[in-house]
């Protein structure tokens, strides 16, 4: 099997040692990936460091149209693409294209921002000591960004990082997880057909225990991270004087009130709960439901949940398959055990196939128990009752996340009370917490991180005002 270089300043590179990338699935080798040294990787930064300045005086037109060809070379090659992120990660195909698909947007979305985000003007001769003066607004990127971005959306995760970055003129270095490299190292191909300066990106697949001396560089003063909150907490306790995003977990919250369409409830709650095994951090994890529709809307759930295809993620009809790895299936697997031990009853699932875990609900679940007030990366929900309104919007808030929630009602009146009292970044009304359109604005609060994504709001947190205030004018 051919080793894959990874891309230094733009130019495909080849280090000393090699990291092998396998499928979860059926344990077969997809790809190997050259590992850069510690030389290349500072000659990526020197390289990044050093274009910055080029890179922010970059004509729109040539951010923009870099951005639209990788969205149009991403679409030309969705199939491949998909197989490929199906292959290292264990997606079924179906989520697989639906990523790339969602790529190919996020970079068409980051080309229009690019020429939309511009400078404004404001007057200031609004008292008499500033007569004749106009303030003229720009916004500056900080300078290059180091990127490190999880395994459960290995392209598109990638692109909310990438694409941001580029629009505003910003280099970025990619430090993508070391089980899922191969979609970036794609990425980092396509991107290296623009006409992007040298220096502007590069994808450098080194281990973790490699990612501290990148994160300490003060020549990358932005970071940009998705991933654990052990994890991103510790990077922004590591580098306080640097500017760092954090998308961090969840233990994504979906309430079905009394007037909701139980059945559309149901479905929507049993695929988005498993979709991506789980692996997402707005996955469906605590249902909260009204007692008076509870047993009704538990019956459905659990044809909802016993009617979806588990298997092969290359069978098109798979809808649920493996999680990365066969550790993460056996740490699910123990917290789900612990959960029983302390009283929880399984009312569907509950067993492990090597690295697959079967959709699994709970009910009678302690409140301490990991699987309800941790985030459990995988396919597992806990079914807990709300007695009205209040308690299962409280119910929500009990929480140290704050993601996003899913509230299933009729009422808008009920939808604004959401709105105004759950304690998340994004409240969906009509469906569940996992629903994200990639040109909104993304995020949570509390322990779910700090900054948001989208491609605009992005754009604003890799960037920072100037103002130039001209004098003597005659407006």
């Known amino acids: 099997m051919d080793v894959l270089p990874f891309w230094l300043a733009g130019r495909p590179a080849t280090g000393d040692s090699e990291l092998t990338v396998t499928n979860s699935h059926d344990g077969r080798v997809v790809g190997v990936a050259s590992v850069p040294t510690e030389d290349q990787v500072e000659q990526a930064v020197a390289a990044a460091h050093a274009v910055r300045k080029q890179a922010a005086a970059l004509p729109v037109h040539v951010r923009a149209e870099a951005l639209a060809h990788v969205s149009r070379r991403l679409a030309e090659r ?18 697989a294209r639906g990523e790339v698909g969602r790529a190919v947007s996020t970079f ?25 003066r106009l303030a003229y607004v720009t916004r500056v990127p900080y300078g290059p960004v180091l990127a490190i971005t999880p395994f ?49 990106f590069s994808v450098l697949p080194v281990p973790n225990d490699r990612a501290g001396a990148l994160v300490e560089d003060p020549r990358l003063p932005v970071i940009s991270f998705t991933g654990s909150g052990p994890v991103g907490f510790a990077i922004a306790d590591r580098v306080p004087r640097k500017h760092v995003t954090l998308e961090l ?69 798979t809808q649920v398959g493996p999680l990365v790895s066969e550790d993460a299936a056996i740490r699910v697997e123990s917290w789900v055990g612990e959960a029983v031990a302390a009283g929880a009853r399984i009312l569907a699932g509950g067993t492990r196939d090597g690295a697959t875990f079967a959709p ?36 929500v808030n009990d929480s140290k996340y704050g993601l996003q929630a899913g509230v299933f009602t009729r009422s808008l009146e009920a939808a604004f009370k959401a709105n105004r009292e759950l304690e998340v970044g994004g409240v969906i009304v009509g469906d569940v917490p ?23 709001s992005a754009m604003e947190d890799l960037t920072y005002e100037k103002v130039m205030v001209l004098t003597g004018l005659s407006l």
């Not at 969705?78 to 989520?95: H, M, V, Y």
């Not at 068409?108 to 000591?129: C, M």
């Not at 040109?439 to 491609?455: F, I």
Request: glycine letters at 8%; proline letters at 6%; hydrophobic letters at 45%.
């Open 249 to 317: 977990g969840g233990n994504a919250a979906a309430v079905v009130l009394a007037d909701a369409d139980l059945d559309w409830a149901a479905s929507r709650i049993a695929l988005f709960s498993n979709y991506q095994a789980g692996q997402s951090c707005i996955a469906v994890q605590r249902v909260i439901v009204e007692d008076a529709i509870a047993d009704a809307f538990t019956d459905k759930l659990l044809e909802a949940v016993g009617s979806l295809v588990t298997g092969d993620p290359d069978d098109d009809k």
């Open 108 to 132: 068409r979305f980051a080309a229009e921002e690019a020429r939309r985000f511009s400078g404004g003007v404001q007057r200031l001769d609004t008292e008499p000591a500033a007569q004749g």
């Open 360 to 395: 699994t609900v709970l009910a009678g679940v302690p409140a301490d128990a990991k699987v309800v007030c941790e985030e459990v990366f995988g396919p597992v929900m806990v079914i807990q009752r709300a007695a009205s309104v209040d308690e299962a919007f409280a119910a």
């Open 78 to 95: 969705s199939e491949e693409i998909a197989r490929l992120i199906t292959a290292e990660n264990g997606k079924p195909i179906f989520w």
């Open 434 to 456: 996992s629903y994200r359109a990639d040109q909104m604005p993304y995020g949570g609060v509390k322990e779910s991180g700090v900054g948001r994504e989208g491609l605009h």
């Open 152 to 200: 459960n959306f290995p392209l598109n995760l990638v692109a909310h990082k990438v694409a941001p970055s580029i629009a505003v003129g910003a280099p970025i270095i990619v430090k993508p997880a070391p089980a899922t490299p191969l979609s970036s190292l794609l990425l980092g191909e396509i991107l290296a057909e623009t006409d992007l300066p040298e220096g502007m």
